[in-house]
T-cell receptor, first 111, second 112 residues
Framework: ELKVEQNPLFLSMQEGKNYTIYCNYSTTSDRLYWYRQDPGKSLESLFVLLSNGAVKQEGRLMASLDTKARLSTLHITAAVHDLSATYFCAVEETSGSRLTFGEGTQLTVNP | DSGVTQTPKHLITATGQRVTLRCSPRSGDLSVYWYQQSLDQGLQFLIQYYNGEERAKGNILERFSAQQFPDLHSELNLSSLELGDSALYFC???????????FGPGTRLTVT
């Protein structure tokens, strides 16, 4: 059974600081997704990582995928308050397209 | 806006009742997925349909069932509701297997 673990689960950081969220998964997969969720809202797609070594950047967020280590990272650069949200990684099973989600990282950026 | 629509947005009902949640996928998408998000279990995959046929099943209770109709909209039926069924239910759609899934706004179900 595929397991996906994120850490940290809670992250409180100051504006302007950098930090990284980690996503580990237990079985082989070449597809990993990062989503953002604001309280009570839906999931907003941030990144789709489809191969080993994939790196994608959008604004202050950068995601990478190492399929050999079964690890993805979401790096936040110079955080701003608007980035406060819960971030989920989700791994797609190789035998189908169902997504297994991590527990989510609740990020709070303080002024 | 992802293009996936879900109705209703909110639903409050009593234990033992039955409800139906509805999802319309993005235009052109053949796959529909249902996910449940609760405080206890996090985000969990329930079931997938592709072009009217059940494709994959996850942690879906026997009290729950789903179907996808010829016009590709999908319904998730929840029966004999229990307090623990209170959750956000998301529908997602994709063009086909292994394509990016786009999530709808969700239906918040409260069982009292």
């Amino acid at each position: 059974e595929l397991k996906v673990e994120q850490n940290p689960l809670f992250l409180s950081m100051q504006e302007g600081k950098n930090y990284t969220i980690y996503c580990n998964y237990s079985t082989t997969s070449d597809r990993l997704y990062w989503y953002r969720q604001d309280p009570g809202k839906s999931l907003e797609s941030l990144f789709v990582l489809l191969s080993n070594g994939a790196v994608k950047q959008e604004g202050r967020l950068m995601a990478s995928l190492d399929t050999k280590a079964r690890l993805s990272t979401l790096h936040i650069t110079a955080a701003v308050h608007d980035l406060s949200a819960t971030y989920f990684c989700a791994v797609e099973e190789t035998s189908g397209s169902r997504l297994t989600f991590g527990e989510g990282t609740q990020l709070t950026v303080n002024p | 806006d992802s293009g996936v629509t879900q109705t209703p947005k909110h639903l409050i009902t009593a234990t033992g009742q039955r409800v139906t949640l509805r999802c319309s996928p993005r235009s052109g998408d053949l796959s529909v997925y249902w996910y449940q998000q609760s405080l206890d279990q996090g985000l969990q995959f329930l079931i997938q349909y592709y072009n009217g046929e059940e494709r994959a099943k996850g942690n879906i209770l026997e009290r729950f069932s789903a179907q996808q109709f010829p016009d590709l909209h999908s319904e998730l039926n929840l029966s004999s509701l229990e307090l623990g069924d209170s959750a956000l239910y998301f529908c997602a759609s994709s063009v086909a297997d292994s394509y990016e899934q786009y999530f709808g706004p969700g239906t918040r179900l409260t069982v009292t």
